[in-house]
């Protein structure tokens, strides 16, 4: 029996119709992205399977017994409790032993609190209690969250961490999860990765993050226009049958299009046309004038370019050995590196480490304790806040827009908010709803709008690609490709930064900030290679020397001895390179599915590229040795 069927399923918003009479078999342990547009009902669908949401019609039938988890998009989470009675909550029966175990050990001067451990611990072991408290204990760790703070002191971001912990750990037959992925840091997405990847029950998730998509689902769900459209295999595949359906689909609407102008050519013809009229081509004619009117043709692209300000000075900013801290903590040590016009920087590190702190040194908002900052001139910065301050919830979409009017000077034109709000794909009605009613894609595409209207030549981001959909992502990758100014961008979204800068500034740890050129992936190769060559003169100093030989040593490697040295980094680098490729290939969900013989071929070449690394990592220390020696 499936796990989950969804059976015709209808449900509309006023006029609008989000689910028409759609179908859909989630069998155990299957994995499924939901893709589609902003409103096109992806987070609708979930809670309708959530049971949050009763369709106008059809039926939604769970496998007895099974049990679902929820992450909503926008969740409320105003609990005044602990953070750990939240995570805890999703455990059932066993929540209440943990919870009360966790705040005696919290407490355990408290007078009795000796006695009441011990009769908990008996019935903890009794429910193999341990092992949901040490998931528990994990999800919290794992999510960088305080088990003792109280739910709602947290920020929005931090909430939302709580609630997707509460979902994790819960261990469900059905997983939902709507953009879990936002507020996460890297480390947190890819632990994040690798627990979905390995749960055996089902989940279904709705992501813009295309690395998480592409490494997870082993099907997409696409919502388009009111239908569903379930494809199998991964998202390359899912791209490549979108273009042929599309260009098809295409292609037979010209053709109904051309019959039908032919028909409307016959009926017009008057006196003569109604002598041979043929009552069947009637009515064939006026169910095809009908099929034309319940066309639902998909929306336009949407349009985004930034508006370009006059050129800035040469360079942003100098720094020169700068180091400030926080509270004893540092946040930046002795950070040398210079940002000149036109540079795309991305800032990775973990959440809280001092990202949005170095932007406020480099946009000279502070001062560094020690080191100098030499700022550049004429810089017109566009600022996008993660959090959307700059959108007043109360006012309208085209209200925030057009701050408070109805009009806005775009390019050195006065235009009309409506039309420009157009381009973003809003509809005039949903222009003129409360912000506050927005969905969070509606929200970030209103204040990219808000920011791409106004002039600039340094745009900082500030994880602008949360709940946008895929199109409107690429679209917005496009924009930024374009634009002829300076970038610096905070982003968690690994494909995305990829695709857009051309270096990084990463946050190590301990204020210790490193310059790598290229994307997030160009990172990880020369951080691997960086632990190796590390590894590899940690081994050559521990290295006990051998007894001098009998002749004497000669002062240097031979030239073929240092051409073999030289040649060893570059060929490790190309075994990594082939290792990540490989490794990508083994972690997508269908690489099982493939003939025995090329998963055998695929795991042994991925083990004989470890091999091969040992070897080079042994003769790199060996030869290093030598001429440590020499």
């Known amino acids: 029996m499936p796990l989950l069927t969804l059976d015709n399923l209808q449900f509309s918003i006023g006029p609008r119709t989000i689910l028409d009479h759609v179908g859909l078999t989630i069998e155990k342990g299957e994995k499924y992205a939901i893709i589609g547009r902003n409103g096109a009902g992806k987070s609708t669908l979930l809670k309708i399977i959530a049971g949050l949401i009763r369709p106008d019609d059809g039926q939604v039938r769970l496998a007895p017994g099974a049990t679902v988890a929820y992450l909503q998009q926008d969740p409320q989470a105003d609990y005044d409790q602990s953070v750990y009675h939240v995570v805890a909550s999703g455990l059932g029966d066993v929540q209440a032993l943990l919870t009360q175990y966790h705040d005696l050990i919290s407490d355990p001067e408290k007078p009795g609190a000796m006695d009441a451990l011990a009769e908990l611990q008996h019935q903890l072991e009794a429910q193999d209690g341990w092992s949901a408290g040490q998931r528990v204990d994990e999800v919290i760790t794992r999510l960088n969250l305080n088990p003792d703070a109280i739910v709602s002191h947290l920020s929005g971001g931090e909430r939302r961490r709580v609630l997707l912990g509460r979902a994790l750990v819960q261990q469900p037959d059905l997983l939902l999860l709507d953009e879990p992925t936002n507020h996460l840091d890297i480390a947190g997405i890819e632990w994040l990765e690798e627990l979905v990847r390995s749960f055996s029950g089902a989940v279904l998730f709705i992501t813009h993050d295309r690395a998480f998509l592409k490494a997870l689902a082993g099907g997409i769900i696409e919502i388009d226009r009111g239908h569903l459209t379930t494809w199998p295999g991964d998202y390359d595949n899912y791209l490549r049958r979108l273009a042929e359906r599309e260009n098809a689909e295409a292609q037979e609407n010209a053709r109904f299009d051309k019959t039908l102008a032919q028909e409307e050519i016959w009926i017009r013809q008057g006196i003569k046309a109604r002598r041979t009229r043929?009552?069947?081509?009637?009515?064939?004619?006026?169910?095809?004038?009908?099929?034309?009117?319940?066309?639902?043709?998909?929306?336009?692209?949407?349009?985004?370019?930034?508006?370009?300000?006059?050129?800035?000075?040469?360079?942003?900013?100098?720094?020169?050995?700068?180091?400030?801290?926080?509270?004893?903590?540092?946040?930046?040590?002795?950070?040398?590196?210079?940002?000149?016009?036109?540079?795309?920087?991305?800032?990775?590190?973990?959440?809280?480490?001092?990202?949005?702190?170095?932007?406020?040194?480099?946009?000279?908002?502070?001062?560094?304790?020690?080191?100098?900052?030499?700022?550049?001139?004429?810089?017109?910065?566009?600022?996008?806040?993660?959090?959307?301050?700059?959108?007043?919830?109360?006012?309208?979409?085209?209200?925030?827009?057009?701050?408070?009017?109805?009009?806005?000077?775009?390019g050195g034109r006065n235009v009309h908010g409506l039309g420009y709000l157009q381009q973003f794909l809003f509809t005039p009605e949903r222009a003129r709803s409360k912000t506050e009613s927005l969905s969070g894609g509606e929200r970030n595409r209103l204040l990219l709008a808000k920011l791409f209207a106004q002039p600039a030549n340094l745009l900082v981001l500030d994880e602008p690609t949360n709940d946008l959909d895929l199109e409107t992502l690429e679209v917005l990758e496009q924009a930024l490709s374009d634009f002829d100014g300076t970038l610096l961008l905070v982003s968690h979204d690994r494909a995305f930064l990829d695709n857009v800068v051309t270096s990084l500034l990463v946050f190590e740890g301990q204020g210790r900030i490193v310059d790598v050129p290229g994307g997030y992936q160009d990172y990880l190769r020369e951080k691997r290679s960086r632990n190796r060559s590390e590894n590899a003169r940690a081994t050559a100093k521990s290295t006990p020397k051998k007894t001098a030989k009998k002749t004497p040593p000669s002062k240097k490697l031979s030239y073929k001895l240092q051409q073999e040295l030289e040649s060893i980094p570059i060929k490790i680098e190309q075994l990594e390179a082939e290792q990540l490729t490989l490794s990508e290939t083994i972690s997508q969900p269908d690489f099982y599915q493939q003939p025995a013989e090329q998963i055998q071929a695929s795991l042994a070449r991925a083990s004989e590229i470890e091999d091969e690394l040992n070897q080079l990592l042994e003769r790199w220390a060996e030869l290093e040795s030598s001429f440590t020696d020499h």
């Open 278 to 410: 043929n009552e069947g081509r009637v009515r064939n004619l006026e169910k095809m004038r009908a099929e034309r009117a319940a066309r639902r043709e998909k929306a336009g692209s949407i349009n985004l370019s930034v508006q370009a300000g006059q050129s800035s000075g040469k360079i942003i900013a100098e720094f020169e050995q700068v180091s400030l801290q926080f509270e004893n903590k540092p946040i930046v040590r002795d950070l040398t590196t210079t940002i000149m016009r036109g540079d795309r920087i991305g800032l990775v590190g973990p959440n809280g480490v001092g990202k949005s702190t170095l932007i406020k040194l480099i946009l000279g908002e502070l001062e560094p304790d020690s080191g100098s900052i030499k700022r550049g001139s004429r810089q017109n910065v566009a600022y996008f806040d993660q959090h959307r301050a700059q959108l007043n919830p109360q006012w309208t979409a085209l209200e925030n827009l057009c701050d408070g009017g109805d009009r806005l000077e775009v």
